[in-house]
């Protein structure tokens, strides 16, 4: 008959020693599985006498509960090691660059034109859009620019070989006219575009250039209106603090006219006199020249079927090109057409 | 304009104001400062000498070695002119001197002692250019007797004076002079103004003067002078033209353009002795006509052009350009000074004609003051006796200065409504009669009659905003207007972001190119011959408007490519250009008419519609780490389109998804182009570039273009488009199921998935392609296409058996079409 006592001390030797979760369950097997010594007791069981069964029993049952100990301890340290193992192993170097889905970049223009159109949109204006090959009448004539006026010539148009008077809109003022003849006011539309103009290319002209329209007409619209609208989209595209200042110009569209300087955020001062060495992006003046505005001329509103005796309105119009190049440091409008993708990420 | 500070001065009392302060009073008032010039800047140290003694140079023919003085010191020099006498007065640049600047941008030069073939120079004798006085360089500065001797030349001449140039605002005329600019000035700041007195003419009778075109002339005036001497103008004269920029020629030309610059009326002068009768007819010319002109070219006349003729022919095309045969020579004795106040638009059309651009049609086509000739003739006529020791003639004039410019009332109540600030009316009063307005009060409204200069004031609006200039624009204050409106953007303007922001996520970079493309395209989307040309377009190679995204999206690629990027990706959106009726108007009718414009007469304008274009090269992921060798494919521009057609097709109707058909352009890869289709219309196209085509352009292939036209899916989103409603999620777990269908190369992965799509039927949640196989297990001419399928039940847990149900009806499904199910 076998010696369980001692048999145990060996079982428990075993199981301590294991070095791995299959050399435990090995272990396992040999001293409780179906051939081993406790099997072996278990089968004698039957030959004993009652007295020495029970002894025998007492002492499988201490055997079984000592080694099921053992091996819950021991099975517990080696899976703990195991998965520390693993870890270990599954370590990474986490300084690898990240495995980064690079999505594209909208253009610096887009930015700039969406920036300004939600600065409007929050003031509550719509959004208008118009053709960009354009009737010649909706680019000049209903604005007060007949045929033989000069600012015609001053402005370059490119036209387009058609039986009608077309032309490459060179402003994106003909959509004013478009939403007056459709719509009776209140009026409030902003107007992004592309326009054209006869220009050689060069580091700061382009034949192709972006620009933001607005308009407003109502009753009793006044220039004080104009100046604190565009102080707020000053303040929208070039910061906080920003102010503008209205200088008298000539638009045929509109009149009274102003260009419209805001003032420079870089030196943010204006040292008086003009001094190029004294700041890069105002030469010193502390203003920057920004966009063109007036209020919108009686012969416009006329033209367009709206009472200039009732209403009143004012107009401007901005270069996204200009803004982009101040409020980013683009020395050169050709990288804005040449796409190259380090100028296009870089925004 | 440029205009000489000291000429300025001399008519507006500036009290000593600081150039800077003039510039900004300018600038902040409606005059536009375009640049400050010095000319002369950086002369120091030459003073005035008088030659005492010239002999040649013993080593060089065409030098000459000349002692002159200061009246103490002796200097001797070197001088390669001859246009001297012993005695002259003449401008020494001493050593030590310095002169501007010889080229544009460069630092002034200073004068050493120099030998020049053996003789010791000691500074030199300065012509006019040199000094930035004119163009002369034919030989040195002579200057008056009177000159004081030993003077600074800076002292006697106003040499490196500030020139304030100004760009002259296409509505004021008025402001092409000095007088004009002072005028406005004296006006802004509320100063006094010094107009020169002129003589009054006595006499006439020297010419027969007629205007047969008083549609074209309103006033001609003439004033004869004789024994002018016909030779160089004084040193004052010359230098203000130059200031100017106008080339000095002699005293009598001189003289007008002295006044043209100084008034603002272009004026004539005919050799009197020349002109036959002595006659002078205004007059339209005739067809077939012809005149040379002061520039020797013969000029073939039109009869809208007008003319001055004497009794025999045509001497001057009106406004423009005087005629060659009665020009002033250096032997005539008696001239006769005209000046004309002529139609603006007859003379722009004349000089656009002829492409004859001057300093009078410039003026004139611009409106000159129609009370200024009388005045200028007679500034002229006094200056000539003053420079040329002219001795004045006879008077004539035909036509008049005109009535006074009509009346304009305005309601000052009014002009402070649009301006948005209160400015009394007596304030308003006050400011429009500092412009020389004539301002009378009619119970409460202010009838202003303007000044015979100011021909752009004929509106209410126009006196408003003259009231605000002098009122200052800096008086108006900011305020929000009160208008009640609605802003924000619609549907379809949001829709365009997305279209963006699909081809945004997937890794290509928006691009902004120039439309212009010459007579070879790769074509795009429906492709035409239709053009839209340009009648003036910007390069001559490029004269039409894109038909198509394609090509400017290749230039971009060309660059990356050249600038050594391995691969890149970009997109466009905006408008290609096609003439009206383009068959490209198949595609966009089916939808809907909204992608149309019209002119004011309802004609359709050139047929624009907005479209998204994609171009991909190269290598996907750049210097990635994880996906090195991936480059750009068809499938990922097919992506991009894919979902922008789901971002923005009305959900659940499967009839708006883009379908695809190979086809065959020229150009591109045979096998790897297809157009896209939108419920049965071409509305895109997706390709590789032919390898020929990517190596004439020197692209390193794959090479891959798309484009898509997305006004018919801007189409319907209108702004009542019914949102889109929420599905019940299934609660019971999802089984996922892969089937291969094994078919013929010719069979579509599109036809195998809808066999796929059919045996599952309704429980199919989802399909993915995963992999296709070719080879020994398919046999030739066969492919296995692998999909994964996830179906599931909104009523049940699905079983083994639902699975096995499902398979055995993809397998029935694929038999229709010539597939089999692999199992």
Same mark, same amino acid.
């Given at each position: 008959m076998t010696d369980l006592a001692a048999v145990a001390e060996e079982a428990l030797a075993a199981v301590r020693t294991a070095d791995s979760l299959d050399e435990l369950d090995e272990v396992r097997v040999r001293y409780t599985g179906k051939r081993s010594p406790l099997a072996e007791a278990q089968s004698s069981m039957r030959d004993l006498e009652p007295d020495q069964r029970r002894e025998l029993g007492q002492a499988i049952n201490e055997y079984k509960e000592r080694f099921q100990d053992a091996y819950d301890t021991r099975h517990a340290e080696l899976e703990a090691a195991e998965l520390e193992e693993r870890l270990e192993e599954e370590r990474l170097d986490l300084s690898l660059p990240p495995r980064r889905v690079r999505p594209g970049r909208p253009h610096l223009i887009t930015q700039v034109l969406d920036e300004i159109v939600d600065a409007f949109v929050g003031l509550g204006y719509r959004v208008a859009d118009g053709p960009e090959a354009e009737a010649g009448p909706f680019a000049f004539d209903l604005l007060n620019i007949p045929p033989d006026h000069p600012a015609r010539q001053e402005m370059d148009t490119v036209y387009v070989d058609d039986d009608a008077d077309v032309v490459l809109r060179p402003h994106t003022s003909p959509v004013q006219v478009r939403v007056m003849l459709e719509q009776q006011p209140p009026i409030a539309v902003v107007v992004p575009g592309r326009v054209f103009r006869a220009d050689t290319i060069d580091a700061t002209h382009s034949p192709v250039f972006h620009q933001v329209e607005g308009l407003l007409v109502d009753e009793g619209v006044t220039m004080a209106d104009l100046r604190g609208t565009l102080q707020a989209f000053a303040r929208?595209?070039?910061?906080?603090?920003?102010?503008?200042?209205?200088?008298?110009?000539?638009?045929?569209?509109?009149?009274?006219?102003?260009?419209?300087?805001?003032?420079?955020g870089l030196c943010r001062a204006g040292v008086g006199a003009a001094d190029p060495d004294a700041c890069r992006v105002c030469s010193g003046t502390g203003w920057i020249e920004v966009l063109g505005a007036g209020m919108v001329d009686p012969f416009v509103l006329d033209a367009c079927g709206i009472d200039p005796d009732t209403h009143s309105g004012f107009a401007f119009g901005v270069g996204a090109e200009r803004v982009a190049m101040l409020r980013h440091g683009v020395e050169d409008i050709r990288h804005l057409y040449d796409g190259d993708v380090r100028f296009l990420q870089r925004f | 304009m440029k205009v000489p500070v000291s000429w300025l001065r001399s008519f507006v009392d500036l009290d000593g104001m600081p150039v800077d302060e003039i510039i900004d009073v300018m600038s902040l008032n409606g005059l536009e400062v375009e640049e400050i010039l010095r000319p002369g800047h950086g002369t120091a140290g030459v003073r005035v000498k008088r030659v005492i003694e010239r002999e040649p140079h013993p080593d060089a023919d065409k030098l000459q070695v000349v002692q002159v003085t200061d009246g103490d010191t002796e200097t001797e020099l070197v001088c390669g002119a001859w246009n001297f006498e012993v005695g002259d007065l003449v401008a020494h640049a001493e050593v030590g001197a310095t002169i501007p600047p010889q080229q544009a941008g460069g630092e002034p030069f200073e004068l050493a002692a120099r030998k020049i073939r053996g003789v010791t120079s000691n500074g030199m004798l300065c012509s006019a250019r040199e000094l930035q006085l004119g163009e002369d360089h034919e030989g040195i500065i002579v200057l008056p007797d009177d000159a004081p001797l030993g003077a600074d030349l800076t002292d006697v001449l106003p040499v490196g004076e500030p020139v304030i140039d100004v760009a002259v605002l296409s509505d004021r005329g008025d402001h092409h002079s000095i007088l004009g600019i002072a005028r406005e000035l004296a006006a802004i700041l509320d100063t006094s103004l010094s107009v020169?007195?002129?003589?009054?003419?006595?006499?006439? =009778?020297?010419?027969?003067?007629?205007?047969?075109?008083?549609?074209?002339?309103?006033?001609?005036?003439?004033?004869?002078?004789?024994?002018?001497?016909?030779?160089?103008?004084?040193?004052?004269?010359?230098?203000?033209?130059?200031?100017?920029?106008?080339?000095?020629?002699?005293?009598?030309?001189?003289?007008?353009?002295?006044?043209?610059?100084?008034?603002?009326?272009?004026?004539h002068a005919f050799d009197l002795d020349q002109l036959e009768g002595p006659e002078l007819h205004i007059r339209w010319a005739e067809d077939g006509e012809t005149l040379v002109t002061l520039d020797d070219q013969t000029r073939e006349l039109a009869p809208t052009d007008l003319v001055i003729a004497d009794a025999s022919r045509i001497v001057s095309l009106a406004g423009v350009m005087g005629g060659a045969e009665t020009e002033v020579s250096a032997a005539?004795?008696?001239?006769?000074?005209?000046g004309a106040i002529w139609d603006p638009s007859t003379i722009r059309r004349t000089s656009r004609r002829l492409n004859l651009v001057s300093e009078a049609s410039l003026r004139f086509e611009r409106g000159v003051d129609p009370a200024g000739a009388r005045r200028a003739v007679a500034r002229a006529v006094e200056l000539l006796e003053d420079v040329a020791g002219a001795t004045r003639g006879k008077f004539d004039e035909a036509g008049g200065e005109g009535a006074d410019r009509g009346s304009v009332t305005v309601d000052p109540g009014?002009?402070?409504?649009?301006?948005?600030?209160?400015?009394?009316?007596?304030?308003?009063? #006050?400011?429009?009669?500092?412009?020389?307005?004539?301002?009378?009060?009619?119970? #409460?409204?202010?009838?202003v009659t303007p000044p015979s200069w100011r021909g752009d004031l004929v509106r209410p609006a126009d006196v408003a905003e003259e009231v605000a200039r002098l009122h200052g624009y800096e008086r108006i204050p900011a305020t929000l207007p009160d208008t009640r409106v609605v802003g924000g953007l619609t549907r379809q303007q949001r829709a365009e972001r997305e279209i963006r922001a699909a081809a945004l996520s997937s890794g290509f970079h928006e691009v902004t190119t120039r439309p212009f493309s010459g007579d070879r395209v790769l074509e795009g989307v429906t492709?035409?011959?239709?053009?839209?040309?340009?009648?003036?377009?910007?390069?001559?190679?490029?004269?039409?408007?894109?038909?198509?995204?394609?090509?400017?999206?290749?230039?971009?690629?060309?660059?990356?490519? =050249?600038?050594?990027?391995? #691969?890149?990706?970009?997109f466009e959106y905006a408008r290609i250009f096609r003439p009206a009726g383009d068959p490209i108007e198949e595609s966009?009718?089916?939808?809907?008419?909204?992608?149309?414009?019209h002119d004011h007469d309802e004609r359709q304008l050139p047929t624009q519609p907005r479209t998204l274009g994609l171009a991909a090269q190269g290598a996907k992921a750049g210097q990635g780490w994880l996906d090195a060798d991936e480059v750009w494919s068809p499938y990922d521009l097919l992506a991009v389109f894919d979902e922008v057609a789901e971002r923005l097709a009305p959900p659940d109707d499967p009839t708006w998804q883009l379908e695809r058909a190979a086809v065959e352009r020229e150009g591109y890869h045979p096998g790897r182009s297809a157009v896209l289709r939108l419920r049965g219309t071409d509305v895109g196209f997706v390709g590789a570039l032919h390898p020929v085509e990517a190596d004439r352009r020197d692209l390193p292939e794959p090479v891959i273009v798309g484009e898509l036209l997305v006004e018919p899916l801007l189409e319907h989103l209108v702004d009542d488009v019914a949102p889109v409603q929420a599905r019940p999620l299934v609660t019971h777990?999802?089984?996922?199921?892969?089937?291969?269908?094994?078919?013929?190369?010719?069979?579509?992965?599109?036809?195998?998935?809808?066999a796929a799509r059919a045996g599952a039927g309704d429980l199919l949640d989802e399909l993915w392609f995963f992999d296709e196989y070719r080879g020994e297990q398919v046999g030739p001419g066969q492919?296995?296409?692998?999909?994964?399928?996830?179906?599931?039940?909104?009523?049940?847990?699905?079983?083994d058996d639902d699975a096995d149900a499902v398979i055995a009806a993809v397998g029935r499904e694929a038999e229709v079409i010539g597939a089999t199910l692999r199992r």
């Open positions: 929208a595209v070039f910061g906080p603090g920003r102010d503008v200042r209205l200088r008298p110009s000539m638009f045929p569209f509109t009149e009274p006219s102003a260009e419209v300087d805001v003032s420079c | 020169p007195e002129v003589p009054v003419p006595d006499t006439d =009778g020297a010419v027969d003067l007629t205007i047969h075109a008083s549609d074209g002339c309103s006033h001609f005036a003439t004033w004869a002078v004789e024994g002018a001497r016909i030779g160089p103008s004084p040193w004052w004269v010359r230098q203000r033209l130059a200031q100017c920029g106008i080339r000095a020629i002699n005293t009598v030309v001189d003289v007008t353009n002295y006044v043209m610059l100084e008034l603002g009326q272009p004026l005539t004795d008696r001239v006769l000074i005209e009014r002009v402070s409504r649009l301006l948005g600030v209160e400015v009394p009316a007596d304030t308003q009063r #006050g400011y429009l009669e500092r412009l020389g307005c004539a301002v009378a009060d009619d119970d #409460g409204s202010l009838v492709p035409s011959d239709g053009r839209v040309s340009l009648v003036n377009p910007v390069a001559k190679d490029t004269p039409y408007m894109s038909p198509t995204l394609v090509e400017g999206l290749l230039g971009v690629v060309r660059r990356n490519v =050249g600038q050594g990027r391995p #691969g890149v990706a970009v966009l009718k089916a939808f809907g008419e909204g992608w149309r414009w777990p999802a089984l996922t199921i892969d089937v291969a269908l094994a078919a013929p190369e010719d069979v579509t992965y599109e036809d195998l998935a809808a492919r296995s296409v692998a999909m994964r399928l996830r179906l599931q039940a909104p009523d049940r847990q699905l079983t």
